[in-house]
Structure formats: structure tokens, C-alpha cells
């Protein structure tokens, strides 16, 4: 179907104003909608549901707000690291320590030889 608006001759699919006069609308509010739908007019109740969908803040529509950074807090675990201590204290005279990381690990060297004890706590079932 051919239809002129503002001396502009547009080209409407019949199927589309089929389709829209079966769901009740009548053949003018069906050439309206298809009007409106494509962006050739505006129809001020669509826009008004498009900025209220917006304010609701979808979560497939960008937000114009920054979202909130968080940092998590890491607990220092103190009876691991006690027991790290106890292990690193009682360790051969020769052992040379190079790393402690946190309550973790230790890592040393004995006769050449590099090792590492990592402490790992398990969740109570």
C-alpha cells in the first residue's frame, strides 16, 4: 500500500496493516500505528512508556550512572598464620626463607633445593 505523508509517498507492507486490523484495529488506526512503530511520527503515548521503561532501568538498557565499584575486605586468617610461624620457627638452621605470603605459604630453601608449605583451611560440612 502506498500512502503519502507530508508529500512523501511511504510504501506499507499489506501484511503488516493485515496483521493489525486483525487484532481490532481499524484500517486508519492500523496505517497510524505502522506509522509510529517505523519512526515516521510520533506517537506521544509510546514515548511516554519508552521513558518510563527507562527510569525503571532494565538491565538490558545502559544507565547514564557509573556503577559502584566495591572492594571486598580480605580477613587475615590469625590462627593460620600462627601456625605458619610455628613452622617457619622450627625449620632447620640452614633453611633460608624467602617468602611468607600472608597467612598462606612459605617458601624456602634448604640445601639448594627450593620448597614451599602452603596451608590450606577447609570449610566445616
Not at 512523501?8 to 507492507?13: A, E, L, T, V
Not at 500505528?33 to 515516521?40: A, F, K
Not at 598464620?81 to 634448604?110: D, R, V, Y
Amino acid at each position: 500500500m502506498r500512502y503519502e505523508l507530508n508529500a512523501k509517498i511511504i510504501n506499507i507492507p499489506d501484511i503488516d496493516i493485515e496483521k493489525l486490523e486483525k487484532i481490532g484495529l481499524t484500517r486508519e488506526e492500523a496505517i497510524q500505528t505502522w506509522l509510529d512503530d517505523e519512526g515516521y511520527t510520533t506517537n506521544e503515548e509510546q514515548e511516554k512508556s519508552i521513558a518510563d521503561s527507562k527510569k525503571l532501568g532494565r538491565h538490558y538498557e545502559q544507565s547514564a550512572k557509573p556503577r559502584k565499584k566495591s572492594t571486598k575486605e580480605r580477613k587475615v586468617d590469625e590462627e593460620k598464620k600462627e601456625i605458619l610461624q610455628k613452622i617457619a620457627e622450627n625449620l632447620p638452621e640452614n633453611a633460608e626463607i624467602t617468602a611468607i605470603q600472608t597467612e598462606t605459604e612459605i617458601h624456602f630453601t634448604l640445601n639448594g633445593e627450593n620448597y614451599t608449605v602452603k596451608l590450606t583451611k577447609h570449610r566445616k560440612k
